[in-house]
């Protein structure tokens, strides 16, 4: 089938949505179906668009074989909220050109959030009469809402009407956490359009690997440092003021390295904390090309997934700790909730309350000192490999969808 792909977000972008979106695309097409994503310029998340993007407002272009249209965006790292609005809505509105040179296509497929763009795909399928599949990766406004990120009654009454007018005019709806598909079936949405298509990893990419000699030397790591990696988006929802907390708590014991990995909203308080507390077991670095990853995760002795203490996420699933597993390293998680229940049953990792600094710093000198911890990264391999390969998932989705 012909299967258009509308997102705002996409590679050469890093971050989980860009490499899960992705990885969909490539599955879909090692399943004979016909891709095409229509997205914006590069810009997420340093607010800046690449020199080879800039001075055009759209352009034909392709990742690993998948064939893009990419159309003007206004880009943004950090600001006022408004400023976040006109990101979205420039996407938006830009993104018609791409979907109308994008040919004639059986199924649109867009991710939300960003939940704006469903304004797009709505108008899209109306006039070509194409099938639309929602795919939430987050419930919005209800996380906007729960995080006091949005306040405005106003907006937050607009994007639940049109959250509504999505779930009635979408073919399918397909959901990243089992908590997204419950919360669906709990607000009336028909069983017989909600699918399921969770995080996996490409454990071709990820898997065990000798240390990384060269990386270890550039980042003052030791050969017998217990390096403690957090690798992805430093964000509100993830608390890792704890984990900095954590950190200090630590501070006295020899050979524990943070390293924190990505970009983020939260990055420079983060850094600010660091410094004010003259924490010199952390360590910060930019976000990096998802290859260049696995060169981390071979010095990493565990991995920290940590989320605020919140009910909003007791159904999340953050895809930060399949990479970890298919890498064979153990998982910390400080979370509770559909997460927690994975890891544990993965027997690949250990939780911890979340927000809780102290229970962290003694996990984490638990596992220091746990002699099976290398068979504890085995099993958490051997879980993802039966479990969330990437060509399993796809494979099952497509046979929910029927197609």
């Known amino acids: 089938m012909r299967i258009l792909m509308l997102t705002q977000y996409f590679p050469p972008e890093s971050g989980a949505a860009q490499v899960r979106l992705k990885e969909v695309a490539k599955g879909l097409q090692a399943n004979g179906h016909q891709v095409t994503v229509v997205t914006a310029f590069p810009n997420h998340p340093s607010g800046i668009i690449p020199p080879e993007y800039q001075g055009h407002w759209r352009m034909k272009d392709e990742v690993d074989g998948i064939p893009l249209w990419r159309t003007w965006i206004y880009p943004v790292q950090r600001g006022r909220f408004w400023k976040r609005l006109l990101n979205y809505f420039s996407f938006v509105f830009s993104s018609f050109w791409g979907l109308s040179k994008a040919g004639k296509q059986d ?102 690997r000798e240390r990384d000699e060269a990386l270890a030397q550039k980042l003052g790591i030791k050969k ?128 911890v309350e979340p927000e809780n600094s102290a229970e962290l710093a003694r996990a984490i000198l638990e596992l220091k000192q746990n002699p099976q911890r290398r068979e504890m990264g085995q099993q958490g391999r051997k879980f993802v490999q039966e479990h969330y390969a990437w060509r399993q998932i796809i494979v099952h989705w497509l046979k929910e969808l029927g197609i």
């Not at 497929?109 to 987050?138: Q, V």
């Not at 607009?158 to 419950?182: D, P």
């Not at 943070?258 to 983020?264: A, C, E, H, Q, Y």
């Not at 909003?312 to 700790?321: N, Q, V």
């Open 107 to 208: 199924i649109l497929f867009f991710e939300s959030p960003p939940l704006f763009l469903g304004i797009t795909a709505l108008i899209y399928g109306w006039f070509t009469r194409t099938k639309i599949i929602m795919n939430i990766s987050d419930l919005w406004p209800e996380s906007a809402v729960a995080l006091g990120l949005v306040n405005s009654r106003w907006m937050i009454g607009a994007a639940e009407w049109l959250e509504k007018l999505l779930y009635r005019r979408s073919w399918k709806i397909s959901c990243q956490t089992e908590g997204i598909r419950s919360s669906l079936l709990e607000r009336g949405v028909p069983s017989h359009k909600v699918t399921f298509l969770p995080n996996g990893v490409n454990l071709d990419l990820f898997a065990p």
């Open 224 to 351: 017998d440092d217990f390096v403690l990696i957090y690798a992805g988006t430093m964000g509100y929802a993830q608390g890792l003021e704890s984990v900095i907390k954590t950190a200090e708590l630590l501070r006295e014991e020899p050979g524990i390295r943070f390293l924190f990995v990505g970009d983020g909203t939260e990055k420079p308080m983060l850094e600010g904390l660091v410094k004010e507390k003259g924490l010199e077991n952390v360590s910060f670095v930019d976000f990096q090309p998802v290859q260049e990853m696995p060169r981390y995760f071979s010095l990493a002795s565990a991995s920290i997934v940590p989320l605020k203490k919140n009910k909003l996420f007791a159904g999340a699933r953050p895809s930060k700790m399949f990479p970890a597993l298919g890498s064979a390293v153990p998982v910390i998680y400080s979370g509770e909730g559909e997460a927690a229940d994975l890891v544990l049953s993965s027997g690949g990792g250990v939780v």
